[in-house]
């Protein structure tokens, strides 16, 4: 086996080979971190590197297999965190000149639920400042670049995380999900993303920036992979109570590693959406694209129907719920850092300051119309499908752009990200899956929707579209 298969192997098929020694963690890990060290300084994926700790516990874990001790469900598995995250003795910049030398002093529980599962830290991966643009670029570290395209952007927010697992330098990597956080960039770097119900992943308290992340109901932590298993493992890690977060929810009553064994359900009632009023797909190309994968299942003898939603504008009431969520936390920073914050950020914090309780109250409201909306759509159906992107990767660092397609105004948020908002609003879990490639040779992906509480059906749905279209057979060519 080279080197370079190492790097793309399955997390699945590294516990196996871990747990009999066929390869070591170390083994493994060095082959990434000579890797890393190659493709990195093109891509800028990992902003902090955790080398030395990475070999320590890669040696552990090997130690462990040979001592027959009881091992984790990701045992000395590679990973890499979004620098969002807090990881204890690390530094974690939340991608801001602010906290540029923050080394925390605890674990965030997603990532001590990790690393209780046996995982090798290899580092932080990139991200914009405060989880905040569309696209990952920060004053700290710099722009991460798209490993299909090192001109074109990997999304954001957590494009590093992306980006790494896309060029075969992150086996798993976990990252947040607030408004297409995970999907979008997982869709433009052409990996699986998974975004859990809302409350499944236990959440820290508010970082010290306070920002969007974690302090808002909206984004949860979740599982960034090339292999759909790889994200069943990962959520299994992770999923369940934690009792500093109140809105984590009971444990669950799936084990999502034995789902992946089970067969597929025999019957599915699934509708597509090209449209949902706010945004739609302008493009026939990509239309007729996603008519063909959509048509897919309908080989497993599942129900397959075009289905329209009418959306209030998800765009504005999202922007208002995180525009006061970040400025609650950037606010008290304004007069000693605001010129070395994004001018982005600082934008989004003075908006957030001039809305008003009445405001922030009735976008709470419209919020609720709209997963209300989505609700009344899972009492007739188990899935629904759109385009996680209907656009390519745009420019690296340009975070908005205003285009036309077919005569149609668009941009690349809504365009990028309109289809993703309702599941964070209405709490579903809901997935990036890659399904084809645009003529500029970039990724294409698909949105796959449950609803509430049910990851189990939307994991075992990813799995069937992976079996007849094996995505993550190709690789980018650094």
């Not at 190492?6 to 890797?35: G, N």
């Not at 997603?110 to 920060?138: F, Q, R």
Request: charged share 25%.
């Amino acid at each position: 086996m080279n080197k370079e298969d190492i790097c793309f192997m399955s997390a699945w098929v590294m516990k196996e080979k871990i747990k009999s020694q066929e390869l070591t963690s170390l083994e493994i890990t060095e082959t990434l971190i000579e890797r890393i060290e190659k493709i990195n300084p093109l891509i800028n994926a990992y902003c902090t590197k955790t080398f030395d700790l990475a070999r320590d516990m890669a040696k552990k874990a090997d130690d462990a297999v040979k001592k027959g001790e009881k091992l984790g469900i990701l045992h000395g598995i590679p990973t890499s965190i979004k620098d969002i995250a807090q990881v204890k003795g690390v530094r974690t910049t939340f991608g801001s000149k602010v906290f540029e030398n923050f080394i925390s002093d605890v674990d965030e529980p997603s990532v001590e639920k990790l690393k209780d599962a046996g995982i090798v830290l290899l580092g932080k991966t990139n991200t914009p400042e405060d989880a905040h643009l569309s696209i990952t670029d920060n004053q700290v570290f710099g722009v991460t670049r798209n490993p299909w395209n090192l001109e074109r952007c990997v999304g954001g927010s957590s494009g590093g995380a992306a980006a790494a697992v896309a060029a075969g330098i992150s086996p798993l990597a976990l990252g947040t999900d607030g408004g297409g956080s995970i999907r979008v960039p997982s869709c433009l770097c052409g990996i699986y993303g998974f975004k859990p119900n809302w409350g499944r992943v236990a959440r820290g308290p508010t970082h010290v920036g306070g920002g969007t992340p974690v302090c808002c109901t909206l984004s949860t932590f979740g599982p960034m992979t090339r292999y759909v298993k790889d994200a069943a493992l990962m959520l299994e890690a992770m999923a369940g109570p934690n009792f500093i977060d109140k809105h984590s929810l009971i444990p669950k009553d799936t084990n999502y590693i034995d789902a992946m064994k089970e067969e597929r359900p025999s019957k599915l009632k699934i509708g597509y959406a090209f449209d949902y009023g706010y945004v739609k797909v302008y493009d026939k190309e990509v239309e007729k694209a996603f008519l063909n994968v959509f048509q897919k299942f309908e080989t497993f003898d599942w129900s397959v129907e075009e289905v329209k939603f009418r959306f209030k504008n998800a765009g504005g009431i999202l922007g208002t719920l995180i525009a006061t969520a970040t400025a609650r936390g950037f606010k008290p920073l304004l007069n000693e850092w605001k010129d070395q914050l994004s001018p982005t950020l600082v934008q989004r914090v003075e908006m957030g300051m001039g809305i008003s309780g009445i405001d922030l109250l009735r976008a709470e409201s419209d919020r609720q119309k709209v997963a209300i909306k989505l609700s009344n759509y899972f009492k007739d159906y188990d899935i629904l499908l759109t385009p996680t992107s209907t656009i390519p990767a745009w420019e690296a660092d340009v975070p908005e752009k205003v285009f036309k397609i077919n005569g149609k105004t668009t941009s690349t948020t809504f365009s990028g990200y309109g289809f993703v908002w309702p599941f964070n609003m209405g709490w579903n879990p809901a997935t990036n899956i890659p399904c084809g490639w645009f003529s500029d040779g970039l990724p294409m992906g698909m949105q796959i929707g449950g609803r509430k509480l049910d990851e189990k059906t939307v994991l075992q749905v990813s799995q069937a579209f992976e079996d007849i279209y094996p995505f993550n057979e190709k690789r980018p060519q650094l």
